[in-house]
């Protein structure tokens, strides 16, 4: 049975920093494209970044340009998405999800990937 499973997430002050892990059991990540996903309240869910299987192309939504980074440490089978410079409206549930296809890099469209974790929640508020 594949499970990911979403950590790091809290309340945080508005400009400082997260950490979120994706971990995997019954999966190899490794073999996985990956995106970081996140879904605020009344809203629906958007993509905000992927990373490819080799951590070769990393890609993010506009709005977290520049403030937060995908990655994912070789034979660690898990990623991570650091967050710096939050703001209130980056607060939401953030999830992760896996893509097996070797046929594309990374994702935008969440019917892409075959995986998903329950979600971390990420509140940014003073």
């Known amino acids: 049975q594949v499970q990911l499973v979403e950590s790091g997430g809290g309340l945080v002050q508005p400009g400082g920093s997260l950490k979120l892990s994706c971990s995997a059991s019954?999966?190899?990540?490794?073999?996985?494209?990956v995106g970081w996903f996140r879904q605020a309240p009344g809203k629906e869910r958007e993509w905000v970044s992927c990373?490819?299987?080799?951590?070769?192309?990393?890609f993010y939504a506009d709005s977290v340009k520049g403030r937060f980074t995908i990655s994912r440490p070789r034979a660690k089978n898990t990623v991570f998405l650091q967050m710096n410079g939050l703001r209130p409206e980056d607060t939401a549930v953030y999830y992760c999800?896996?893509?097996?296809?070797?046929?594309?890099?990374?994702?935008?469209?969440?019917?892409?990937?075959?995986?998903w974790g329950q979600g971390t929640q990420v509140t940014v508020s003073s």
């Open positions: 990373i490819s299987r080799d951590a070769g192309y990393t």
């Open positions: 019954g999966l190899r990540l490794d073999d996985s494209s």
């Open positions: 999800a896996a893509d097996r296809n070797i046929a594309t890099i990374c994702e935008r469209p969440m019917n892409e990937y075959d995986y």
